[in-house]
């Protein structure tokens, strides 16, 4: 299902079959893999791979260089960052172009669970099956299986994974 109207879906988009894609979203070069969902307010930029039977709640942000594996969980309003050092302008004052910076990769790994309104700052990788907590704030690499909160997100403790 995809609904057309009131959504922006760029033609470099890849979709898998039975995608599901709801209202006011923004789509553009990025892939998304058979029977994800996307849910509405969700912008996906460029170079963004969403893996099969993912399921990306409203509100939610995901950017250059994310990858998120088969049968993950994204809760509303979840927020990725791409760029350790963010900056408007360069030295000399210029709006900075995509040559002044660099996108630094995170990976969401297979059958995770991210909270609402967590933030996944650049360069971590979420583990098989963990739990990251809403609203927390994940700045170092999650264990799979983990349960992590807090800002820093912090461990609490391993859940067994099947």
Not at 74 to 97: C, E, S
Not at 132 to 148: F, I, K, L, N
Request: proline share 3%.
């Amino acid at each position: 299902m995809v609904s057309a109207e009131f959504a922006r879906i760029a033609p470099d988009v890849k979709l898998g079959h039975e995608v599901k894609i709801y209202a006011f979203v923004n789509l553009y070069g990025c892939q998304i893999d058979d029977e994800s969902k996307i849910g509405t307010f969700v912008e996906i930029q460029k170079g963004a791979k969403i893996g099969k039977r993912v399921k990306i709640s409203s509100h939610t942000f995901i950017c250059e260089g994310v990858t998120i594996e088969d049968e993950v969980f994204i809760g509303h309003g979840v927020m990725f960052i791409n760029d350790k050092y963010p900056r408007a302008a360069t030295d000399t004052g210029q709006l900075q172009t995509e040559a002044d910076w660099e996108c630094t990769p995170t990976l969401i790994q297979r059958g995770a669970s991210i909270g609402s309104n967590a933030t996944i700052l650049c360069g971590v990788t979420v583990g098989e099956k963990a739990i990251v907590g809403a609203g927390s704030v994940v700045t170092h690499d999650v264990p799979s299986g983990a349960v992590v909160a807090g800002n820093p997100a912090r461990m609490i403790r391993i859940i067994e994974t099947k």
